[in-house]
């Protein structure tokens, strides 16, 4: 199961994510661990992602989750909402994941890895991708 840290205010739009905003717009389900589906993650609509993904939202805060099925909209699309301790629910659900088998799982690392510029896209100056890339990616991985 991919996991994608998103602490820039750019969201999606942050280059130092590489082609992973493509691979977004593919997924059939979203997973958000204390990370409201807000103008980050374009409310979570379409093209930013899937008309047909749906979401687990999962928050320690009541208030956040309502939040969260307001902004998203349509309530067929949350498969859960509950409350969670985001760093726990984390845990757990990568000791599931562990068990599971997948290619999709390398085809997002493969995007996060990508350096060339998205469709549509400019691609900033190279000198600073690595910088932001490192610096997001060390914060991911504590």
């Not at 661990?33 to 979570?44: A, E, R, S, W, Y």
């Not at 609509?45 to 687990?56: C, S």
Request: positive net charge; contains cysteine; hydrophobic residues 40%.
């Amino acid at each position: 199961m991919p996991a994608i840290c998103m602490e820039s205010p750019r969201g999606v739009n942050d280059p130092c994510l590489g082609a992973f905003p493509t691979m977004l717009a593919q997924a059939d389900l979203v997973v958000l661990l204390g990370k409201q589906p807000d103008f980050t993650l374009k409310f979570g609509q379409p093209p930013a992602v899937h008309k047909d993904a749906r979401f687990i939202v999962l928050d320690p805060d009541p208030e956040a989750l309502r939040r969260a099925g307001y902004a998203i909209g349509d309530p067929s699309r949350i498969a859960l909402a509950a409350l969670a301790e985001p760093y726990a629910a984390a845990a757990g659900l990568t000791a599931a994941a562990k068990k599971l088998p997948g290619a999709w799982a390398g085809e997002v690392e493969a995007a996060l890895a990508s350096t060339g510029p998205r469709p549509g896209r400019s691609s900033p100056p190279r000198r600073a991708r690595p910088r932001i890339r490192s610096r997001s990616v060390a914060r991911c991985r504590r």
